[in-house]
């Protein structure tokens, strides 16, 4: 067995030794914080203040888990978030393929100002167009609604998602549609059929970015939902951790609840995240 | 990027109509116009009146159709005068110049620790998948809970930062409560938050650079710096100038940490430009103040952009 077959050939032992060791160090640093809560999450509600840095604290239990599970409208949250994201994500998806597809396969005019409109629009976040926003939606009577939340969230999503899909469209040979054409399917048919199918890795990752967009989102839903029953998750956990002596526990496990899920997911898709951003970003 | 610009040909397809695209394009199109577009215009709008807590019922008066809105509020536009206000106080610069430091202390080490984990990364190493996914992890939690978490770990009393400061003997920090640290400790979040974009983005950057080139440089007896230099760096850049301009403004605008971190309550020695506009807006109900202070936010931005621009094209 030789050395080369696992490593760099010019690389010596020790720079082995030493990148390994920086690289357990960093990834340390990385999920330290995970750690954390999940430390005060076990904790025992009489020890919730202790000076010890072990992560799982003695007469570890689960009772913060059973509280924040039964005895906090947690459920409620979950599923507000949930129809929030999920909508979100599905109009974002919808919208931002079909968008993507355009600008990688047709040439138009105002295709280049499209592209450079779209990269306009990440320099306002929706924490700016939120005065006028709350202002419409009042009037409109959305506020206090889950609607009220969709409209913002498909906002900041859609522009990044044209972006990261029409770079993945973009490496999809047309010729596999061409010869659908050929066959006499139709444009659409041919979209649906052939295209999207080709580009599931890029999809899953697009929904996943669209769906953590409005999971995790705070700002906008602080602004816009006021009514405790219509809390979604970030609302919710906020609220818990504010009442700080008392709930720290509780609230670690439901932020454990919250954030795990999501970062499995999360790194499971990240192998097809590489790709997707270099190529979304780079070209147009 | 050879591979895509080969496949770039447009679909010649005797279905397609001049209008095709513009199909393809328009639920996107009317996502933009209606939830961005507008919504800014009417932002512009409102930066020129002096709109506050004493007449703000008066907005319900314009209903859904934002043309109503200098009607409604003709008596109380002052034009520049909420810009003039901001650019009078001196407690603007004074944020302007801490948004400054925050974003470029932040992007700084975003782009540093994430090309040089990309690097590590980018070689043949066994599990080194195992240590992506680990990395990667922080981009994953939601920037809420990663505010609260590393508030927790700031505490004075409990927080894991002064344990072990004190187990190195150093002397507790008063991070939540002297203003200076507040900034450091929520600058040490962020740069936590933000290293894995631009880490997988490198990383990107990096597979597509071919391996020869390294090995032709090995014959030249070039050293491990003069590749990182002469290869690495300008073969980089193209992928990292669009997501350092990406990340720049995402950290100028990030609201959620030191909003989160301080309580919801940032007062004027920790305030940045965003969170500033924040309270302005939805805590002291200044909506026109608030306005014109995010339209100077999006030209400072703008202007930024397109000046990084410029200067990386001319470069090349």
Redesign the interface.
């Known amino acids: 067995m030789r050395k080369s077959d696992y490593f760099e050939r010019t690389d010596s032992k020790l720079k082995i030794i030493l990148i390994y060791m920086l690289l357990i160090f960093m990834s340390f640093i990385a999920i330290y914080p995970v750690l954390n809560i999940l430390s005060s999450s076990l904790r025992p509600s009489n020890q919730l203040f202790s000076t010890s840095l072990k992560i799982i604290p003695d007469n570890a239990s689960l009772t913060n888990y059973n509280k924040a599970i039964f005895e906090r409208p947690l459920s409620r949250w979950i599923v507000n978030s949930l129809i929030v994201s999920f909508i979100s994500m599905l109009i974002s998806i919808l919208f931002s393929s079909t968008a993507g597809y355009a600008f990688s396969r047709y040439r138009f005019y105002g295709k280049k100002s499209g592209m450079i409109v779209l990269l306009v629009t990440q320099m306002f976040p929706a924490a700016m167009l939120l005065l006028p926003l709350n202002i419409l939606l009042t009037n409109m009577g959305l506020t206090e609604k889950l609607w009220a939340l969709v409209v913002p969230y498909i906002s900041s999503s859609v522009p990044f998602s044209i972006w990261l899909l029409k770079g993945y469209f973009d490496t999809v040979p047309s010729s596999i549609e061409e010869s659908a054409y050929v066959d006499g399917a139709s444009i659409l048919t041919t979209f649906y059929k052939i295209v999207l199918p080709l580009s599931k890795p890029a999809l899953a990752v697009a929904s996943i970015f669209c769906f953590m967009n409005s999971w995790s989102e705070y700002i906008v839903a602080r602004v816009l939902i006021h009514n405790e029953k219509m809390y979604t998750l970030p609302l919710g956990l906020v609220t818990l951790q504010g009442q700080y002596n008392t709930e720290w526990g509780v609230y670690s496990a439901a932020a454990i609840l919250t954030a795990i899920p999501v970062m499995i997911i999360f790194a499971y898709l990240s192998k097809y995240l590489i790709g997707g951003l270099t190529i979304g970003s780079v070209k147009e | 990027?050879e591979?895509?610009?080969r496949?770039?040909?447009?679909?010649?397809?005797?279905?397609?109509k001049?209008w095709?695209?513009?199909a393809?394009?328009l639920?996107?199109?009317f996502?933009?116009l209606f939830?961005?577009f507008l919504?800014?215009i009417?932002?512009f709008m409102?930066a020129m009146f002096d709109i506050r807590l004493q007449n703000i019922r008066l907005?319900?008066n314009?209903?859904?159709n934002?043309l109503n809105f200098p009607k409604v509020m003709k008596e109380h536009f002052i034009l520049f005068g909420n810009y003039l206000e901001i650019l009078k106080d001196k407690l603007f610069y004074r944020t302007f110049l801490r948004t400054v430091v925050w974003t470029f202390t932040n992007v700084f080490f975003h782009v540093v620790?994430g090309v040089w984990?990309a690097i590590?990364?980018n070689?043949?190493?066994?599990f080194?998948?195992v240590?992506?996914?680990?990395?990667?992890?922080?981009?994953?939690?939601?920037?809420?809970?990663?505010a609260?978490?590393?508030k927790?770990?700031f505490n004075y009393?409990?927080g894991?930062v002064n344990?072990?400061l004190k187990y190195f003997g150093i002397e507790k920090i008063n991070w939540l409560g002297d203003p200076t640290y507040t900034l450091i400790a929520a600058i040490i979040t962020n740069i936590?938050l933000g290293v894995?974009f631009m880490m997988?983005?490198a990383?990107?950057?990096l597979?597509?650079i071919p391996h020869d080139l390294y090995e032709s440089a090995?014959i030249d007896g070039a050293s491990a710096w003069q590749k990182f230099k002469h290869v690495t760096l300008p073969l980089l850049k193209?992928?990292m100038v669009?997501?350092i301009i990406?990340g720049t403004?995402?950290t100028f605008?990030m609201?959620?940490i030191i909003?989160?971190m301080k309580?919801g309550l940032p007062g004027d020695d920790v305030n940045i430009l965003?969170t500033k506009?924040?309270r302005d807006?939805?805590d002291l109900y200044r909506?026109g103040y608030?306005?014109a202070l995010?339209v100077i936010?999006?030209v400072i931005?703008?202007l930024f952009?397109l000046a990084y621009l410029k200067a990386n094209e001319n470069r090349e």
């Open positions: 990027m591979l895509a610009k496949f770039k040909q447009t679909n010649k397809n005797v279905q397609q001049w095709t695209p513009y393809f394009i639920p996107s199109f996502v933009i939830i961005i919504p800014l009417f932002e409102m907005l319900k314009i209903g859904i934002i620790i984990l590590l990364l070689r043949k190493l066994p080194k998948s240590f992506r996914v680990l990395l990667i992890l922080p981009w994953a939690m939601p920037q809420y809970i990663a609260i978490t590393w927790g770990m009393e409990f894991t344990l072990i936590w894995p997988m983005v990383l990107g950057g597979q597509s090995d193209p992928v669009p997501a990406l403004v995402w605008n609201l959620n909003y989160i309580d965003i506009m924040y807006g939805f909506y608030a306005a995010s936010i999006f931005l703008t952009s």
